[in-house]
């Protein structure tokens, strides 16, 4: 009698524990995993980034780049024409360098809601070589991009060398490259003719923001061909 007792004991324990298994897993099915490059909830953010965006003037072009002859807007100009349009709307952003558990430095962009909501992009700081030149301008390089992609801004002289750059911030962010590098035989040639022109081949790099030739894209080969012959016969004359 008493065996039947603990045994009937023992089941209402089992039934007990089992009731209380099913409310937790009922309850984790309905919590919604937080996205770590966003607040909770971002309705309000969303609300103001859509009429924000609505009033977003088309960015002209205000600089060109020394090697390749293209105009483009910086950063600042960028800045200087959506920050009242931003603040207008109860918005601001902010950039900070962070660096995380493997020592890469990482670049936080964050669009801030006076609600206190919050969205936000992480973009890997990745220099060329390691001086302070280098990290600076490539520092320079991905806030430029990293504001225009959170806030979806495009500009009026978005040309080949818009669009190169572009491509090469999908591909420092992690994604795959939208271009095609050059070939083999190609960079021989590039090789070959900048043999003895340092100088030239860190325009090249800095201004496609590559760390090796083998890397450029292979629709701006004959352009570059161009242009370092060009470069190098006006050095000749001077």
């Known amino acids: 009698m008493e065996e039947q007792k603990q045994g009937l004991e023992l089941i209402k324990i089992l039934e007990a524990l089992d009731h209380y298994i099913e409310k937790k897993v009922a309850l984790k099915s309905n919590l919604k995993p937080l996205d770590?490059?966003?607040?909770?909830?971002?309705?309000?953010?969303?609300?103001?980034?859509?009429?924000?965006?609505?009033?977003?003037?088309?960015?002209?072009?205000?600089?060109?780049?020394?090697?390749?002859?293209?105009?483009?807007?910086?950063?600042d100009s960028i800045v200087r024409t959506i920050r009242p349009l931003l603040s207008k709307h109860g918005l601001s952003v902010t950039q900070q360098t962070v660096i995380n558990a493997q020592?890469?430095?990482?670049?936080?962009?964050?669009?801030?809601?006076?609600?206190?909501?919050?969205?936000?992009?992480?973009?890997?700081?990745?220099?060329?070589?390691?001086d302070m030149q280098s990290y600076?301008?490539?520092?320079?390089?991905?806030?430029?991009?990293?504001?225009?992609?959170?806030?979806?801004?495009?500009?009026?002289?978005?040309g080949e060398f818009e669009e190169i750059e572009l491509n090469h911030f999908a591909k420092t962010v992690g994604g795959k490259s939208a271009y095609q590098i050059i070939t083999s035989e190609q960079l021989e040639e590039l090789q070959y003719e900048l043999d003895g022109y340092k100088d030239i081949t860190e325009k090249i790099l800095q201004a496609y923001n590559i760390t090796k030739l083998a890397d450029m894209p292979k629709e701006k080969y004959l352009a570059s061909i161009k242009r370092i012959k060009e470069i190098k016969q006006a050095s000749k004359t001077i």
């Open 36 to 75: 770590s490059y966003e607040s909770e909830s971002t309705n309000e953010i969303h609300t103001a980034l859509s009429k924000a965006q609505g009033e977003f003037p088309p960015i002209g072009y205000n600089r060109e780049n020394p090697y390749f002859k293209n105009k483009y807007a910086d950063f």
């Open 103 to 130: 020592g890469i430095v990482i670049l936080k962009t964050k669009l801030r809601h006076m609600s206190g909501q919050w969205i936000e992009t992480q973009t890997r700081i990745t220099p060329t070589k390691t």
């Open 136 to 158: 600076g301008s490539t520092l320079s390089y991905m806030k430029r991009y990293s504001y225009m992609a959170l806030l979806n801004i495009t500009t009026t002289d978005e």
